[in-house]
């Protein structure tokens, strides 16, 4: 990170301090963060919000909550400021979120709880995306002001593929087989299911109309 010459995504991760597992992130990594003028996309799996129990217990993790996740935000935002905090969600890789925050339609209650917690209503847009945007436009500028770097256009396909152009780009090979993605889906259709189909959006509704955040349309702009 102390090489890094532009700002960093730290995704799919959350506070050490909270939930001590490998894969989460030490307070004086954060604060690395914040040097660099990065982000952490706060994830919302159970395993990785909740710490594990004793080995006495009959499960392996307390109960992971929207407040849990709101608690990793909070203890991010408040050690190196909102301003390097994002949302990382990561629903397609659990079966099973977070109780009260179990898909992208349950958001605003997100929203609603940081609010309640006392971020300010601008914090709280930068957490929803527009922070990501802030160090995904750097990196571009970054990557704009590099002469000579050409790599292989390897993109979905469409015009352009396979030709020579002055982009910096990876190629991340999926990491769910077949089996594994037709398992997710399947879950997240009996999730749905079972919460009804009409639930996200009234909910979404119902937060709309109390919201500051209303964009024209009555549409949420939320990035995940």
């Not at 910096?168 to 919460?195: H, I, M, P, Y």
Request: charged share 25%; aromatic share 4%; with cysteine.
């Amino acid at each position: 990170m102390a090489g890094a010459d532009t700002n960093l995504a730290n995704p799919y991760d959350t506070s050490a301090s909270l939930c001590p597992n490998p894969r989460n992130v030490t307070d004086d990594i954060l604060d690395l963060l914040k040097l660099n003028g990065g982000i952490l996309m706060i994830c919302f799996l159970p395993s990785l919000t909740t710490p594990p129990l004793p080995t006495t217990s009959t499960t392996t993790h307390s109960k992971s909550t929207l407040s849990t996740v709101a608690a990793h935000i909070l203890h991010a935002g408040n050690r190196i400021g909102f301003s390097h905090v994002g949302i990382g969600s990561d629903f397609d890789g659990m079966l099973f979120g977070p109780e009260g925050l179990d898909d992208v339609g349950m958001y605003p209650a997100l929203v609603a709880e940081l609010l309640a917690c006392g971020v300010a209503e601008e914090d709280v847009k930068g957490v929803c995306g527009g922070n990501l945007m802030r160090v995904l436009e750097a990196v571009e500028r970054r990557a704009g002001a590099i002469d000579g770097v050409a790599v292989r256009n390897v993109g979905g396909g469409g015009e352009g593929e396979g030709t020579e152009r002055k982009v910096l780009c990876d190629v991340v090979q999926s990491v769910w087989d077949r089996e594994t993605r037709e398992l997710l889906v399947k879950t997240g259709k009996e999730r749905r299911r079972r919460a009804g189909e009409s639930c996200p959006r009234g909910m979404v509704k119902g937060r709309q109309q109390e919201s500051k955040f209303d964009l024209p349309g009555n549409e949420w702009c939320l990035l995940l």
